[in-house]
């Protein structure tokens, strides 16, 4: 059980410190020390890896961190390839949920708290990802 929390701990510290160093490359970014091109690689490196920890945290079967990876190679393509607007952000929404439902049948229902906790945690991830690009 201890050793659990103290694994726990190590991913929520290896979170924290990831947030903090995507928010920094976005102020050097802003700053001008660091260019827009190159800034913007580090940030979707660090934004894949940040949700790779993040799932690591929530989940640990193989099957449901897959369809997870799926879905956010899905999205970040999407992200890229298509504009803001109200229709991509209906269908984000219309493929989280899919997304849950999934994660669902696999976890159980018992797990529903948890699978909210995750996608509510992965979707301001993914605001704050977007309002980045916005401010550019």
């Not at 079967?61 to 990876?69: A, C, D, G, H, L």
């Not at 219309?94 to 849950?100: C, D, N």
Request: hydrophobic share 60%.
């Amino acid at each position: 059980m201890a050793a659990q929390k103290k694994e726990e701990n190590k991913k929520n510290i290896m979170l924290t410190i990831l947030i903090v160093l995507w928010g920094s490359i976005f102020l050097l970014m802003k700053m001008h020390i660091i260019g827009v091109y190159s800034g913007m690689l580090i940030l979707i490196l660090l934004y894949l890896y940040l949700n790779f920890n993040l799932i690591n945290l929530y989940f640990v079967s193989k099957r449901t961190t897959f369809k997870i990876y799926i879905f956010m190679l899905l999205d970040l393509i999407y992200l890229l390839r298509e504009s803001f607007s109200l229709f991509s952000i209906l269908i984000y929404f219309v493929a989280m949920a899919i997304l849950i439902y999934l994660i669902m049948k696999d976890e159980g229902r018992n797990e529903l708290p948890k699978i909210l906790g995750f996608s509510g945690f992965y979707t301001i991830l993914k605001i704050i990802f977007i309002s980045m690009f916005v401010l550019l």
